[in-house]
Nanobody
Framework: QVQLVESGGGLVQPGGSLRLSCAAS????????MGWYRQAPGKQRELVAG???????NYADSVKGRFTISRDNAKNTVYLQMNSLKPEDTAVYYC???????????????WGQGTQVTVSS
């Protein structure tokens, strides 16, 4: 089994910063794409940022220039540095990863449990 455990959420004032972390643990042979999604109340879950195993990245237009995704492959961990936070960034943030357990097993998608980010004065 594989677990994705997120940390780093919380309450921050507009203009502030937070850094989210997501560590994958368990039976892992290889991790491919990793990413962060978010879901605000009454809205659909949306992609915030993603990174491939080759470290290419992509971002939602709404966070470009403010958020930075990075990964430490040795630690099976992905990070999301969030700067210049706005009230509209308030949401539950979810980590996502495509993981292969064994050399011949299929790639499966995993989700973390989510961490709340609230931007408010």
């Amino acid at each position: 089994q594989v677990q994705l455990v997120e940390s780093g959420g919380g309450l921050v004032q507009p203009g502030g910063s937070l850094r989210l972390s997501c560590a994958a643990s368990g039976s892992i042979f290889s991790i491919y794409a990793m990413g962060w999604y978010r879901q605000a109340p009454g809205k659909q879950r949306e992609l915030v940022a993603g990174t491939t195993s080759g470290s290419s990245t992509n971002y939602a237009d709404s966070v470009k220039g403010r958020f930075t995704i990075s990964r430490d492959n040795a630690k099976n961990t992905v990070y999301l540095q969030m700067n210049s936070l706005k009230p509209e960034d308030t949401a539950v943030y979810y980590c996502n990863a495509d993981i292969r357990h064994l050399p011949v097993s299929p790639v499966r998608e995993y989700w973390g449990q989510g961490t709340q980010v609230t931007v408010s004065s």
